[in-house]
């Protein structure tokens, strides 16, 4: 974010007026900014020691940028770049707060537009604020007398996703919070890989590279995001979800704040959990995602089931009643075109159902049909008024399920998932319910739509 150009020279001038002063408190101020310099620079540290922020130089690079990284962690661990597309070439540069209120990044050699601001203030000529950095690792901007927020960090990720931070959209502002990832470990430019929120249909948070999707962290369902992992094991963190008509939100916090968390994603496809709770043993991966070709979306294509289970054969079938679109690409372990309805099979017909799946990745939610409050019987019901509707399943999994997601079209990205599934219900035709030895579910010609 830059700055419209004003007339910085008058403050330029105020802001020499003052001695240089140690910084080692957490705060910045108009008379307390945080230089770099040769020996590295001035550095602030949260109140719990937690984070620090200050200049520094990533892996080989030569430029200079603002960031915030884990004070008591030996090798620099970065989880905040400000000027990560705007670097300083040199050690020039001084982080402060301007006369409007803004916290603005200048580089001495140029002092006429800063290289970073957060361009979020416009304060009263009588008033002031001041930056502080959190022990959360939030770096805020504040209205001094009111103490009034006017600006986070949080709102403003770059590659990495701390506790009790958001992902997702306010609805009022239109600001979205996502991740991106480095262009490699010496540049921290926006890289090709982004996590986000996709708020259509059930959102679903994605990790797209460019703007394919790659990896489908999934939709809500109540308990976790759907493609999640459960593990057996005492709980580290809990989730929050909010999708209301001020913001669609995704958070999570730990248990236990002494153990260090963060959710990376990383320039080489993947999202990344580590953690850290014994200071000697470092970081230890917790969850690496995509680490299996059923977690690649759409890796056996509309209409097919990945099952990493499968070690012997292809990872990829067919759902109930469709077989492979081209059955020499699926010889070749190519599932990439997905499968087809079977030939005669008679869809919006007397003796048509639902087959179960169990332990199911639900496909892609980004054009489902949501309808909070029905209970699962009433769900069947609805998918089966339309002959467009080809699945269905509980919206809401927690406490013996709740609310309807029914799919139209195509089924895309399901899997088999045994630690995080739920049950998915398949439309299928008569010959199919009596090979699967389901309950005939018989279709009302009085109540079909187109």
């Given at each position: 974010m830059i700055m419209n150009s004003v007339p910085w020279i008058p403050y330029i001038l105020f802001h020499f007026m003052f001695l240089r002063l140690c910084s080692s408190l957490d705060t910045i101020s108009i008379t307390q900014p945080i230089r770099d310099g040769d020996g590295g620079g001035d550095v602030l540290?949260?109140?719990?020691?937690?984070?620090?922020?200050?200049?520094?130089?990533?892996?080989?690079?030569?430029?200079?940028?603002?960031?915030?990284?884990?004070?008591?962690?030996?090798?620099?661990?970065?989880?905040?770049?400000?000027?990560?597309?705007?670097?300083?070439?040199?050690?020039?540069?001084?982080?402060?707060?301007?006369?409007?209120?803004?916290?603005?990044?200048?580089?001495?050699n140029d002092q006429t537009v800063p290289v970073w601001s957060t361009n979020s203030s416009s304060l009263p000529t009588n008033e002031y604020s001041e930056a502080q950095l959190l022990?959360?690792?939030?770096?805020?901007?504040?209205?001094?007398?009111?103490?009034?927020?006017?600006?986070?960090?949080?709102?403003?990720?770059?590659?990495?996703?701390?506790?009790?931070?958001?992902?997702?959209?306010?609805?009022?502002?239109?600001?979205?919070?996502?991740?991106?990832?480095?262009?490699?470990?010496?540049?921290?430019?926006?890289?090709?890989?982004?996590?986000?929120?996709?708020?259509?249909?059930?959102?679903?948070?994605?990790?797209?590279?460019?703007?394919?999707?790659?990896?489908?962290?999934?939709h809500w369902n109540g308990i976790r995001l759907s493609g999640v992992l459960v593990f057996k094991m005492d709980p580290l963190y809990y989730y929050t979800f909010v999708n209301n008509d001020t913001e669609i939100s995704f958070m999570w916090t730990m248990y236990n704040m002494s153990i260090l968390s963060r959710i990376v994603v990383v320039g080489s496809r993947f999202v990344q959990r580590t953690i850290r709770y014994d200071q000697e043993r470092g970081w230890r991966e917790f969850m690496t995602s995509p680490?299996?070709?059923?977690?690649?979306?759409?890796?056996?294509?509309?209409?097919?089931?990945?099952?990493?289970?499968?070690?012997?054969?292809?990872?990829?079938t067919c759902l109930p009643g469709f077989e492979p679109k081209s059955h020499n690409e699926w010889n070749f372990r190519d599932g990439t075109h997905g499968c087809v309805r079977k030939p005669g099979s008679l869809i919006c017909s007397k003796g048509e159902g639902f087959v179960k799946l169990e332990n199911v990745k639900v496909p892609d939610t980004s054009k489902v049909v949501v309808i909070n409050g029905l209970s699962l019987e009433a769900c069947e019901k609805e998918c089966l008024r339309s002959c467009n509707c080809t699945a269905y399943a509980s919206a809401n999994i927690s406490e013996g399920g709740s609310g309807c997601i029914a799919w139209h079209g195509d089924l895309v990205d399901t899997r088999i998932f045994t630690a995080g599934g739920q049950d998915f219900y398949l439309r299928v035709d008569e010959r199919v319910l009596g090979k699967c030895n389901t309950s005939i579910y018989v279709f009302d010609e009085t109540s079909k739509s187109p």
């Open positions: 540290v949260s109140n719990g020691e937690t984070f620090a922020i200050g200049f520094f130089s990533p892996g080989k690079s030569n430029y200079r940028y603002v960031g915030i990284w884990y004070h008591k962690i030996t090798e620099k661990t970065v989880v905040w770049v400000a000027n990560r597309d705007n670097p300083i070439n040199g050690t020039s540069g001084f982080l402060s707060i301007d006369t409007q209120g803004n916290l603005v990044l200048f580089d001495n022990d959360s690792g939030n770096l805020v901007l504040f209205q001094n007398e009111s103490k009034r927020l006017l600006w986070q960090s949080f709102d403003y990720p770059t590659d990495t996703m701390l506790p009790n931070m958001k992902l997702g959209i306010d609805r009022r502002t239109g600001l979205s919070r996502f991740l991106a990832s480095w262009k490699s470990a010496d540049d921290p430019r926006i890289g090709n890989y982004t996590v986000r929120i996709d708020p259509a249909g059930s959102p679903q948070l994605i990790l797209y590279e460019g703007q394919v999707p790659w990896f489908r962290v999934g680490e299996e070709p059923c977690d690649q979306y759409g890796h056996c294509g509309a209409f097919g089931l990945c099952d990493p289970n499968n070690t012997t054969e292809f990872e990829c």
